[in-house]
């Protein structure tokens, strides 16, 4: 079965470069959420967009900023990056059914040096 | 503010034996709590959820058993396997948020040979 694809799979960047991570859903999912992890810490929510809007915020910096577009795949463009930043990035898909099942890729590493 | 507390932080069980994780919230709103499951350098994958309408659901070895009124639910795994060694959250979401999770801060289990 197809899964959530995340590229790249790892990112190395210098403080105050930029960053884009994008997201490929499942087929059929018109739901993408966003989640942050860093080390030994469970993932929070950054940001959420179904049917490409912006449905929920979370605790994302104003320095970060996201999309979806119309094919469904989603992008996080991270500006003026911190050492803080480094963290594992989820992206997530589900489809707007009520079913509340959330579907992550295998993330990206993000590491700012 | 954690929303949803989980403990323990590690758990080491030998082989066979019984992993019992536990959770609390607060948020009332709440109705619906997954459990997943996370291997280093991947994405956390459902193993199991609940809605606060039943007191116990078993899928295979896991079970989760909900208590409403105290605001609490556990996640049991029978006959434990080396290959169950991983980290475990619990989630917990809202219906006016779709399905945006709220973890717990995680739980490290290694099951011994």
């Known amino acids: 079965a197809a899964g959530v694809i995340q590229s790249p799979r790892h990112l190395i960047k210098e403080k105050r470069e930029t960053a884009t991570l994008k997201c490929y859903p499942i087929p059929r999912h018109d739901t993408v959420y966003w989640y942050q992890q860093g080390p030994g810490q469970d993932p929070q929510f950054l940001i959420s967009?179904?049917?490409?809007?912006?449905?929920d915020k979370g605790s994302i910096p104003d320095r970060f900023s996201a999309q979806q577009f119309s094919d469904y795949h989603s992008e996080l463009n991270m500006s003026s990056l911190e050492l803080g930043d480094s963290a594992l990035y989820f992206c997530a898909s589900s489809p707007w059914t009520g079913t509340r099942k959330l579907f992550f890729g295998s993330g990206t590493q993000l590491s700012v040096l | 503010q954690q929303q949803v507390k989980q403990s323990p932080q590690s758990l080491i069980v030998q082989k066979g034996g019984i992993s019992i994780i536990n959770c609390a919230y607060e948020?009332?709103?709440?109705?619906?709590f997954p459990w997943y499951q996370q291997f280093p350098g991947k994405g956390p994958a459902l193993l199991i959820a609940i809605r606060p309408d039943v007191s116990e659901k078993k899928e295979g070895r896991f079970t989760i058993s909900f208590n409403k009124s105290a605001k609490q639910f556990s996640l049991h795994i029978m006959d434990s396997q080396p290959g169950d060694s991983a980290t475990y959250f619990c989630a917990a979401s809202k219906e006016t948020s779709g399905s945006r999770l709220t973890f717990g801060e995680g739980t490290q289990l290694t099951v011994n040979p």
């Open positions: 948020n009332t709103a709440f109705d619906y």
């Open positions: 967009f179904y049917e490409k809007m912006q449905s």
